[in-house]
């Protein structure tokens, strides 16, 4: 059974991830920092695409000494297990994400990924085949769910999360919406991905939380099935 899946992210007031050269700037503040910090604690891995690893080079580790520590009270790693969608295998071996903190790493590439690209990805994580040219989401979160994964983080790209919402795999969504304003036509947004045709095909949500945090507004959707 897959785990139960939620998307995190944050995105100015006019419907943007980051700017048009998608280099990562700040969008939310401490509260939701803090928030975030949270969730991630209390997630068993975070899942990130490739587009995220090569923008921004997170390391997906939980920042609160005190969160650490009372995963390390509950016998678990300091860190929920790291994913990345990567369906070419184009993750940097040098990438932060699989060398801070202590952890489980899982790269999820397809069968048309260059075996010496995958040789050396394997020497700093584990690496998944789902899928011949494109990363089989579906198959990825049977196979995270096998493995012990109740509740799974997505924190982007926007390529990643429209196909996760197009795969029907997505339970919940929680966006941060800051009070800045980026514009551009190719700043990357929530879901891109190539997108829904007609209306009958969009995933449908339920409003499950509103409220104020830091200098914008935290929304809580529910994916209605």
């Known amino acids: 059974m897959r785990p139960f899946v939620f998307v995190n992210l944050a995105m100015s007031a006019d419907g943007k991830l980051s700017t048009r050269e998608r280099r990562q700037v700040k969008i939310s503040g401490p509260s939701d920092f803090r928030r975030v ?6 997630s ?5 695409g490739i587009g995220t690893v ?16 009372q995963r390390r009270s509950e016998g678990k790693e300091e860190h929920p297990i790291r994913v990345v969608v990567d369906s070419h295998a184009r993750t940097p071996p040098d990438a932060d994400i699989l060398h801070k903190g202590v952890g489980r790493r899982v790269i999820a590439v397809s069968e048309a990924a260059p075996e010496e690209r995958v040789s050396l990805l394997r020497e700093s994580a584990e690496v998944v085949t789902f899928g011949r040219e494109h990363v089989d989401l579906s198959a990825l979160l049977e196979y995270m769910g096998d493995t012990g994964v109740k509740r799974l983080m997505v924190e982007g790209g926007g390529t990643l999360i429209w196909s996760l919402f197009a795969d029907d795999l997505v339970d919940e969504l929680y966006t941060c919406i800051g009070n800045v304003v980026i514009g551009g036509k190719d ?7 190539e997108g829904f045709i007609t209306e009958k095909d969009f995933p449908r949500l339920s409003l499950t939380g509103l409220e ?7 929304i809580c959707w529910k994916v209605i099935r």
Do not use: F, N, R
């Open 187 to 193: 700043a990357p947004t929530p879901a891109d991905g």
């Open 44 to 48: 068993d891995a975070i899942m990130v």
């Open 212 to 218: 104020s945090l830091d200098e914008g507004v935290l």
């Open 54 to 69: 090569l923008a921004d080079d997170p390391s997906l580790t939980v920042k609160s000494e005190e969160l650490c520590a």
């Open 37 to 42: 910090d949270e969730i991630k604690a209390g």
